[in-house]
């Protein structure tokens, strides 16, 4: 196998040379950095990254650990995560918590020894109660809604703004008995909670009460429970003309329970998800959504767990970033 010398020698520069030209140093002449490159591709060279960063005290490998994998949400996330590493020169390990609070944990304080240079930490069991628990020497980036003002760069939706925005937009096409199916309302955290939040808000804005029989509350933000609660509403008498779902999976069981139960959308019941996971624009009708622009969070959430592991971004003062939003209107509200 050749080394970085025999590539030095057939050009004719030295062994410094050619390092900068591998590792891209922009003040080596175009012409030295081509003669560089031949003599690499002529003698097969290849650069030994496991070598290079085990010298740097480094994997080249992140971690990614979220609640479940198989939603279409977390396949979205995950997926430009990877492609956001990718361009730092780094590898994604995707681990699963279960939505558990000590795995979640565990995620933390193991992920050194799993040989990760950093951890991005989706979370939904963990909240305030655990910051201490952030406070470990290897950089951490939270994504999720539980974990503000903590000791680990933060990315996180504009749950209430965003929901808010959504319940205003049936609102604007004439609904007025407007259900949201949510999870549990665990207190301010959470994201069935922030968007529970925002809905409420934009009732009040429209000087509409909030009903408590127009919450609808699942178990598990699943299709399956979903569409069961759904149709167990619908056959009990329950009167809406809009249903804002707190997110895209639960607003395809709630799609499946309407057609199951005789009810049009968007002709008697308009309907709006959140998340603008792929599969919501070919579901029949299409589904109006959020779109909280899944892939600028993962480029800041990787851009800053690159620059902690680089030791070159911020100082020790950590950063908060609540991604934007847009409203994409299909044919579940008419669009």
Known sequence: MATIQDVAKAAGVSAMTVSNVINGHPHVRPATRERVLEAMTRLDYRVNVAARNL???????????????????????????????????????IEQTG????????????????????????????DRADLEALEVDHPVVILGERVFGGPADHV?????????AATRHLLERGCRRIAVVCGRLDGEVGVSSRRHAGYLRALAAAGLPADPD???????????????RMREKVTGGLDVDGVFCVTDTVAMGVLRALADTGVRVPEQVRVIGFDNVDESAYLVPSLSTVDPDHDLMADRAVALLAARIDRSGPGQEREEFVSPFRLVVRESTGG
């Open 214 to 228: 127009l919450v609808v509350t699942v178990e598990s933000l699943t299709m399956g429970e979903a569409a069961r």
């Open 99 to 126: 939505a558990r609070r000590e795995s979640e944990l565990a995620a933390v304080s193991l992920s050194r020894n799993r040989l990760y240079d950093g951890l991005i930490l989706s979370t939904v069991g963990m």
């Open 156 to 164: 996180a939706m504009p749950n209430e703004a965003a929901s808010e």
């Open 55 to 93: 010298r740097k005290g480094r994997t080249g490998t992140i971690g990614l650990a979220v609640p479940e994998i198989n939603r279409p949400y977390y396949g979205r996330l995950a997926a430009s995560l990877i492609t956001a590493a990718g361009r730092h020169g780094l590898r994604v390990s």
